[in-house]
């Protein structure tokens, strides 16, 4: 990423953040600070970095702001010339990325609106990245942003009170792990992993955990987003090939990552209350602990799979622990776990990938191929579907 990209990308929500908090209208707020971001974008590059880059950003996106209330009466434009004069002093940076955050995570719109909102408000990708990144045509993605806007008209530019938070804050941490899941594994199309949109949500997270410094579930999804990035380099073959992780040259593993990951983890585990993206980041952390594939010990993450059912009795978390179970106990337990899942997973590929892979290691090799290849006519991500019938074609 380019200077100037790192320059907006940290610029936007404190600017959107302030003008926000001055004027009240959210989604005329973002339109200004959009068009000031592709007036950056094109001076810039040719004449530098301006020493205050939030300032400058802040004027320009002022001056759109201005120009929207012209034909106000003549008071609300003297407060509007004022403030672009210089940034406010009481934006602070800290508070507004916060206050943005929950804004677009706001309960009245749906989870894919509040994940392009917060990419769109406090990403500062432009609906064409937006739209890339989740596969999708730029006529589509740009009145998703629009129907999301205008939701929350009304809406207050302030943390949640009190008795909402939790929820909230809920909303938000799954936000971010949506837009790291679909950077980390794409779920469509020719690429195995979007790193750009994989780094975002880490950058989004870190700035979370910044505000939140408390909060065990914060640094707990913070935690899971490095351990997993850790593994990234050996995720995919010089031909893109996906290499599934009890093949992968842990050489290439980032130690550095791995280090920041573990350590956030127990911390929080050691001083917060128990919560899933603590325990799922646990999980990942047995995996990178172990030196070689043979040395993991599954009977530990079976038992974390297991707590962590307890507070996310999700399908998706018995389908990960099926496989530990499998590991440890033996193909045919994880296979019994499974049969609980199939009237509701049934249509998921990921669930006839685990179910070919516990089959193979029952030595059942006519059936796992079956299952390989329906994985693989189920999945939309052309990696998965190329690495599905290769084990297939291998018989496991």
């Known amino acids: 990423m380019s200077d100037v990209e790192d320059a907006l990308r940290a610029a936007v929500p404190r600017v959107l953040g302030a003008l926000t908090r001055r004027y009240g209208d959210f989604a005329a707020c973002e339109d200004a600070v959009q068009d000031a971001v592709l007036e950056a974008s094109r001076e810039w590059p040719e004449e530098g970095l301006p020493d205050n880059p939030n300032g400058w950003l802040y004027r320009v996106a002022s001056r759109r702001m ?80 629009s ?3 205008g939701k929350l008209v009304g809406a207050r530019f302030t943390p949640p009170p009190e008795e909402e938070r939790p929820q909230r804050m809920r909303t938000v941490l799954r936000v971010l792990y949506l837009i790291f899941n679909e950077g980390y594994s794409a779920s469509a199309g020719e690429r195995l992993q979007r790193r750009d949109l994989a780094a975002e949500a880490i950058r989004l997270a870190r700035m979370l955990r910044e505000g939140v410094p408390g909060d065990g ?18 995720r995919e073959s010089p031909d893109g090939a996906l290499v599934p992780l009890s093949e992968q040259d842990r050489s290439l593993w980032d130690r550095d990552l791995i280090a920041e990951g573990t350590r956030l983890v127990e911390d929080a585990m050691l001083s917060s209350e128990l919560g899933p993206y603590q325990l799922q980041a646990a999980i990942a952390a047995v995996h990178v602990e172990a030196d070689d594939a043979a040395d993991t010990d599954w009977a530990q993450i079976a038992v974390l799979y297991r707590i962590l059912n307890r507070f996310d009795p999700a399908p998706i978390v018995t389908l990960n622990r099926a496989v530990a179970v499998g590991m440890s106990e033996g193909p045919q337990a994880g296979l019994d776990l ?48 190329r690495f599905l019938r290769r084990r297939a074609e291998a018989g496991g």
């Open 66 to 145: 201005v120009d929207r209330i012209r034909g106000d009466e003549a008071r609300r434009s003297r407060e509007a010339l004022a403030a672009a004069r210089e940034l406010p002093v009481e934006a602070s940076e800290h508070d507004d990325t916060l206050a943005l955050l929950f804004l677009c995570c706001h309960p009245a719109l749906t989870p894919a609106s509040q994940v392009a909102l917060t990419l769109r408000a406090i990403g500062g990708l432009t609906t064409g990245e937006i739209a890339r990144a989740f596969l999708v045509p730029e006529a589509t993605m740009g009145p998703r942003i």
């Open 147 to 149: 129907r999301a806007k």
């Open 217 to 234: 579930e914060a640094a707990g999804l913070l935690a899971l987003m490095l351990l997993t990035e850790a593994r990234t380099a050996a």
């Open 338 to 385: 499974l049969r609980q899942l199939e009237p509701v997973l049934d249509r998921h590929h990921r669930f006839h990938a685990v179910r070919a892979f516990l089959l193979d290691r029952a030595g059942d090799r006519e059936a796992a191929r079956d299952a390989f290849l329906l994985a693989a006519r189920m999945t939309a991500s052309l990696p998965e579907q």
